[in-house]
């Protein structure tokens, strides 16, 4: 059983997930050839090698059979586990909890060579639906304090599996950075009684030197204070705290906006690995005036250095007002 | 003038480097070939390819001259810059400040192709002894709130020159990590009247199954709930918060302590990039009662994906207890 542990400095929560133990070989790299395309536990025709799937989107076949649009299955190595108790303890002056929660994979397309740059908007909104239908699903579990929908593309993000997929994660605790966020959100909220994100938007639509786009619904923008060169926020006009209780257009919207400004940082930078990341408030809450769900987009150009993790402290050499300009004028013709 | 900037929801400052600004063709990755040792700017001889030195231990020649051991001079192209006024300022919602600070590079040895592991201890302890003078130096400008002292080794912890170095960086403002954990140290002092370093370094002492080494004044430990397998942390046995306060004895010590634990660490992953970070109390404040400087250092051997990034909450697939023991373990014949 994973295990987690609390860091009794900060307070932050770590997830020894020693089912997956390595050992010292393990991390010493070594080239890696990519493996044929016929293995790859993602492609259509080899569902027995994932888990059985959670969810799918059919267009033919039965459960575990190609037909599939898009298919959610359990991480065969997940870093947390769906059954058991928490079963919180102490240990001397530590503490600690079993791994629970969930760790699933969705798998966004049949198709192993495409992107989301590259698929047809209706097949990144059932991608969408697909995260919505599964946190729905899965925050009637009420152990699921928070759930992070999440996206490694290549292998400089971390990802380790070239066929399209994004990640899910449920967990048992609310992590620290998303706390940061919805108590810094909270004071704001206090003070003026007005969200810090609709000000936000309010703010860089009317002043646009941070400005991507802008549609009915959404506005993409180079927040004021980017950790990373060309981070990317994508943020929906009209308040709402919960990702999951969008409706039908605005997915439809957001698959929009979300597939011009991969098209715009991958003409920009040349197609760079990135990291993706829905930001929204923890499940169990009800809807919160001062949160604001949004996706955070993070192209990997840089690497975090020693500086960077030991301080939260981020150098950034490009003033978002710049990065703002050059996705702005990057034609998709 | 580099640029402070604060995230205005979770109050993160962010250094926008805007003097090194980069243009999205610098980020595009292309293999570089190494320069020829002779353009190395670290290598004695080369002296007036970096700015003049702050401080160097020498046993021949003149200021800028060969014969140091170790030299110190401000980074060429430095994140921050020392001349000028803080000038806080709103911008609309947001706030921000000029990038006053310093940024200095410490070259720890003539040698290009030497490594900590492989110096002599004392030259190790010269190193240290840089640290501390600088940040003795630095601490009298009333305008640097907090110093860190790190290093960046190999690679893939982000060291761009070869030639062993580490990097020392002063801010106007304590950074937002290095809060928490002062934070989570004083609420242990409110309650406790202990400082919490010292009641680890007291119980993973006496358990010793996270224990790689134990010297008279030091410990070298796997810590709790690591977020990067092999993370490392070395902590001194007597109370104290601010490493520049160290006497010689102490970082006698430390060097020995050092040069074996990077042994360890090396012979048992095959020489990984790490980070290495010196944790220590704000430089303005008097000795504190609640806060114990310590140095963590973190390999390199997983990517930090988006799901670490997003949360703040890290999967480690290497239970301390299992590293520790595989570092005690390694034999340094």
Same mark, same amino acid.
């Given at each position: 059983m994973p295990q987690l542990r609390k860091d009794p400095i900060t307070g932050r929560w770590v997830i020894i997930a020693n089912e997956r133990a390595r050992r010292p070989t393990d991390f010493i790299r070594r080239p890696v050839a990519s493996p044929a395309a016929a293995l790859c536990p993602f492609d259509p025709g080899n569902e027995a090698k994932t888990p059985p799937e959670v969810l799918a989107y059919r267009s033919s076949g039965g459960r575990d059979e190609p037909g599939w649009r898009v298919r959610v299955v359990p991480n065969k190595f997940p870093a947390l586990r769906i059954e058991g108790d928490l079963d919180r303890q102490g240990e001397g002056m530590y503490d600690k909890m079993n791994g629970i929660g969930a760790h699933e994979i969705v798998i966004e397309t049949p198709d192993h060579g495409t992107s989301w740059s590259e698929m047809p908007e209706p097949q990144i909104q059932e991608v969408l639906r697909a995260f919505q239908d599964r946190v729905n699903d899965l925050? =009637?579990?009420?152990?699921?304090r928070y759930i992070i929908l999440f996206k490694n593309h290549g292998e400089a993000a971390g990802a380790s599996l070239e066929h399209p997929h994004s990640q899910l994660i449920a967990l048992p605790v609310v992590p620290e950075n998303v706390k940061e966020e919805l108590d810094g959100a909270l004071q704001f909220y206090e003070q003026k009684e007005r969200c810090i994100f609709c000000d936000i938007v309010t703010q860089e639509s009317a002043a646009?030197? =941070?400005?991507?786009s802008e549609t009915d619904r959404f506005v993409a923008i180079e927040p004021y204070a980017p950790r990373f060169p060309f981070e990317t926020w994508i943020l929906p006009k009209r308040h709402s705290s919960h990702f999951e209780s969008s409706d039908g257009p605005t997915l439809e919207n957001l698959a929009w906006v979300l597939r011009s400004t991969l098209r715009k940082i991958n003409k920009t930078l040349e197609r760079p690995a990135y990291n993706f990341i829905v930001h929204s408030a923890p499940v169990q809450e009800g809807p919160l005036n001062y949160y604001h769900w949004h996706i955070e987009i993070a192209p990997r150009l840089t690497r975090i250095a020693g500086f960077e993790w030991g301080t939260g402290f981020y150098i950034n050499p490009t003033p978002p007002e710049e990065s703002a300009r050059f996705l702005r004028e990057a034609s998709l013709g």
């Open positions: 925050k =009637r579990d009420h152990r699921f646009g030197v =941070r400005l991507v």
